[in-house]
């Protein structure tokens, strides 16, 4: 089965889940797909409810938030495009799932997507690779946490953005450096970082006075130089 036409224009096909499905996997989602618009702040799923969709990302940025006890929302994790998003098997969904920009899926309905993973074994193993390594990502931000300086925390969060949003952000020369806009206001990167507004804006103030960044606008990033910035990640 060739695919359809909701994959003709794709941007995220070879990353995703679907990069890896032969021509019959494909078609057995393409019955079920649909394309689905997203506006800033709109809540895909909510934790606690009942969980009935899945998805690809295509575009945009959701965040993945709980609430604490004493009702403060905590970010416990980001999607980019080509990440999938919500949990098949599951009856209830364990985080809420919000669009931090303008975003579009690529969305299935979760009983129907849990059926054709049962009538195709390989593209169930390769969600569940896609989970683990999910996971292992997690751990990681949470060793980060534990153990990185304010400077380290703020410099690999912005080298992880810079990663995945490259495709959406621009470069004046193909070896330039890359522009991209922030999906996380301070506020909330400070609360994913476990830091205070006030750190994390003194890191990005030094980050651009030390030449390494520039700010040109509210949310705007430009990283000017990779290595510098690596080397306040502890990355070498």
């Not at 618009?37 to 709980?66: D, F, H, M, P, Y």
């Not at 919500?86 to 979760?110: I, M, Q, S």
């Amino acid at each position: 089965m060739i695919a359809s036409d909701i994959c003709a224009d794709c941007a995220v096909r070879d990353r995703a889940l679907c990069g890896s499905l032969t021509d019959r996997e494909l078609g057995a989602l393409n019955t079920l797909g649909r394309r689905q618009k997203v506006a800033r702040g709109e809540t895909l799923i909510w934790a606690g409810r009942q969980s009935v969709v899945c998805a690809n990302l295509l575009t945009g940025v959701l965040k993945l938030s709980v609430s604490t006890p004493d009702g403060r929302e905590q970010i416990v994790g980001l999607l980019y495009p080509a990440d999938f998003v919500g949990r098949p098997y599951a009856g209830e969904a364990d985080v809420t799932v919000t669009a931090l920009t303008d975003a579009e899926l690529c969305v299935f309905p979760r009983a129907s997507f849990e059926k054709v993973l049962e009538d195709h074994a390989r593209m169930e193993r390769l969600l569940l690779q896609r989970t683990f390594a999910a996971l292992e990502e997690a751990r990681s931000r949470m060793l980060m946490l534990a153990r990185s300086s304010a400077a380290e925390k703020v410099a690999g969060l912005l080298l992880g953005m810079a990663d995945r949003v490259a495709g959406s952000g621009c470069r004046a020369t193909p070896e330039g450096p890359v522009t991209f806009d922030l999906p996380l206001s301070r506020g909330q990167i400070a609360d994913v970082l476990g830091l205070s507004i006030e750190t994390v804006s003194r890191q990005m103030t030094g980050l651009r006075d030390a030449g390494i960044v520039a700010l040109p606008g509210a949310r705007a990033v430009t990283i000017r130089d990779r290595p510098a910035l690596e080397a306040r990640a502890g990355l070498n």
